[in-house]
């Protein structure tokens, strides 16, 4: 009877270290991702051809989805020009905030890209509309049907991501909080968090345009 008592007793304090060491390694590693840097979430391709491309910590941001630009800072105060150094660090505070908003919402674009893109997004669904009924008034077949799917699949892209304020950029670790130039997440777990976040927003779109493609390419008009 004492020896069973002793082995319950053991086993419950075995199966307690078990616990802590799990619960310590689990916390171990959000600590370690959260105190990464995140452009250690831009290893990949995608992230490396983004760096490249677009530069990151410097003058260069993203507009209308694909372009790149040079910051233009605003006259100072006082009316006189300022280096787009001196406009980032005046306005660092600022900046700070939306870092924080954005982390905690998940999101990489600032709203004047985001108008940008929802411009260039019904701009594309418009033209999809129109080549959809040029091509069904012309009795086209279904092959020649899809030739919709390019403006289809910008225009669903570029509406998603206006809406949710999500894009590419976050493959190389990096964001543009206030369209001021692009610079790197405050660590790896954000990083992470908004990539999955983008990866759902893309199997969606995708998913979407495929049925709305093939419907229009097979249904009788």
Excluded: H
Aim: a positive charge; glycine letters at 8%; charged letters at 20%.
């Amino acid at each position: 009877m004492f020896q069973a008592q002793g082995l319950a007793q053991l086993s419950g304090r075995t199966g307690q270290c078990a616990l802590r060491r799990k619960s310590k390694n689990s916390t171990s590693t959000v600590a370690a991702a959260a105190s990464a840097p995140a452009s250690d979430a831009g290893n990949n391709v995608l992230g490396e051809a983004i760096r490249r491309t677009y530069g990151i910590g410097s003058d260069q941001t993203i507009r209308w989805g694909l372009l790149k630009s040079k910051v233009t800072p605003p006259p100072a105060k006082d009316g006189k020009a300022q280096t787009w150094q001196q406009y980032r660090k005046v306005t660092e505070n600022d900046r700070q905030q939306l870092r924080d908003q954005f982390a905690e919402r998940l999101e990489v674009i600032a709203y004047p890209e985001r108008k940008r893109r929802r411009v260039v997004g019904i701009a594309c669904g418009v033209a999809a509309i129109a080549l959809g009924a040029w091509l069904v008034a012309n009795d086209a077949s279904p092959l020649q049907r899809s030739w919709v799917a390019p403006p289809l699949v910008f225009s669903l892209g570029f509406i998603d991501s206006s809406i949710q304020g999500l894009c590419t950029e976050s493959w190389a670790g990096a964001w543009d909080v206030d369209d001021t130039g692009l610079e790197y997440m405050p660590n790896k777990d954000v990083a992470e968090r908004i990539q999955k976040k983008v990866l759902t927003m893309y199997i969606r779109d995708s998913v979407i345009a495929t049925a709305l493609l093939a419907a229009f390419c097979f249904w009788p008009l």
